[in-house]
């Protein structure tokens, strides 16, 4: 079964832009979860969706926003892009909202 | 939502079993403890969940002592692929995000 995918890989935007990550979850898992991970820190939570509404939301200004589809896939968008935003974007999706959690590989985003 | 120390880093040497020890003094009922692995580059791997006394599966043991203020993640005979960093959580797994800290970094030697 395929695990968790993401996409960009990489993403190089300027400041100011908007960006758009994508995840799909593990087939079947109904919980999609949003993480950023700046370097030589763990990931901070984003976002969770679980059955396409919004179950939880971290410390993260209102420039980030997220959705999950019907087919539980998921989008985080990032607007007016800064250069503290640039890290590796982690999208982990769960049957349930629970803290055993798939972790897709990730989206780098490096904003210049 | 509950606060985990664990070491900054740690070595050990090949075939060793490796203990790793996170404190979490204000764990709630409710909470279940969790660790993570992660290697470079990529996303954090879910290795093993408990509530108390003792978890194991094919990857590592989970040791969490009647009072639950401390658990102790144990690898068995670590080769040098186990070098990564590893994460404790605590939490609500059902009603609460992940709150990772900064983990502990377990570098093998040859």
């Known amino acids: 079964d395929a695990g968790v995918t993401q996409s960009p890989t990489h993403l190089i935007k300027t400041r100011g832009q908007h960006v758009t990550l994508r995840c799909s979850p593990i087939?079947?898992?109904?919980?999609v979860s949003w993480y950023q991970q700046v370097l030589g820190q763990g990931p901070q939570f984003i976002f969770q969706?679980?059955?396409?509404?919004?179950?939880g939301r971290g410390n993260f200004p209102d420039r980030f926003s997220a959705r999950q589809f019907p087919n539980y896939s998921s989008e985080l968008n990032v607007n007016a892009l800064l250069l503290g935003d640039s890290a590796l974007y982690l999208c982990a999706s769960s049957y349930l909202a629970t803290h055993e959690q798939y972790f897709g590989p990730g989206t780098r985003l490096t904003v210049t | 939502l509950a606060k985990t120390t664990q070491p900054i880093s740690m070595d050990s040497y090949e075939g060793q079993e490796v203990n790793i020890t996170c404190s979490h003094n204000n764990i709630a009922t409710n909470d279940y403890i969790t660790w993570y692995q992660q290697f470079p580059s990529q996303g954090p791997r879910f290795i093993i969940q408990g509530y108390k006394t003792k978890v194991t599966n094919e990857v590592a043991s989970l040791f969490i002592p009647a009072d639950r203020k401390s658990s102790t993640l144990s690898l068995p005979r670590v080769s040098l692929s186990d070098t990564a960093v590893y994460y404790c959580?605590?939490?609500?797994?059902?009603?609460?995000?992940?709150?990772f800290g900064k983990g502990t970094r377990l570098s093998v030697i040859a």
């Open positions: 087939s079947g898992h109904k919980s």
């Open positions: 959580l605590v939490g609500d797994k059902g009603n609460t995000p992940l709150v």
């Open positions: 969706y679980y059955e396409k509404e919004e179950r």
